[in-house]
């Protein structure tokens, strides 16, 4: 007996055939809905997620508030570092006694808010933007307590330092309503 020649096998094109091909994208998990309500093209956009998600609606002049923040703690700390008698004397109103470490060291610190307060204006993660605001409003809050207290204990009151307590009651405020605005969760359109 002599076997049949066999006809080749036709492939089928999953590309041209729609079941087929809908069949294959419900066994990987892609092309419906996931629990946020996104349709995922593929699965490698499926397990990265997907980049809008993170994309943040940032408040009215959030950058410009960084920035002027980021510029102001900059030339502060090199204002620190630099000329740290002139700066006592500007605030305080009196010479400084002692050395002027302690006012150097203050603007070490300053300028290492100061890095914080550009890469929080040169990134776009919101998390990052939200710390940088925390970090900030944190600084506002203790050095208004700081110079509360020294002042109480000297018993002077500058004109200069109610201005500078005066002014960081204002910007612990402004930072504070951005870092509320920032975290709160967008209304669905």
């Known amino acids: 007996m002599a076997s049949k020649p066999q ?3 036709m492939k089928k094109h999953s590309q041209t055939d729609l079941i087929s091909r809908l069949k294959s994208r419900k066994i990987l998990g892609v092309g419906g809905e996931d629990d946020d309500g996104e349709v995922h093209r593929s699965k490698i956009s499926q397990m990265l997620g997907n980049e809008m998600k993170f994309a943040v609606r940032e408040p009215f002049g959030l ?5 002027i923040s980021a510029v102001g703690f900059t030339v502060m700390a090199l204002m620190a570092l630099v000329f740290p008698n002139q700066l ?9 006694s002692t050395t002027s470490i302690s006012v150097r060291l203050y603007g070490g610190a300053l300028l290492s808010l100061a ?3 550009w890469n929080g204006f040169y990134t776009a993660e919101k ?9 900030e409003a944190c600084y506002f809050a203790i050095q208004f307590l700081v110079t509360s207290i020294t002042l109480m204990e000297i018993g002077i009151l500058p004109n200069t330092a109610i201005l500078l307590l005066l002014s960081r009651v ?13 975290g709160r969760k967008a209304k669905k359109v």
């Open 7 to 9: 006809p080749p096998l």
């Open 63 to 67: 950058r410009v508030w960084i920035l």
């Open 115 to 117: 890095l914080i307060m």
């Open 127 to 135: 998390v990052i933007i939200q710390w940088t605001l925390l970090s």
């Open 170 to 182: 204002l910007f612990l405020a402004v930072t504070m309503a951005y870092y509320y605005h920032l």
């Open 88 to 96: 006592y004397e500007v605030v305080f109103e009196e010479e400084l």
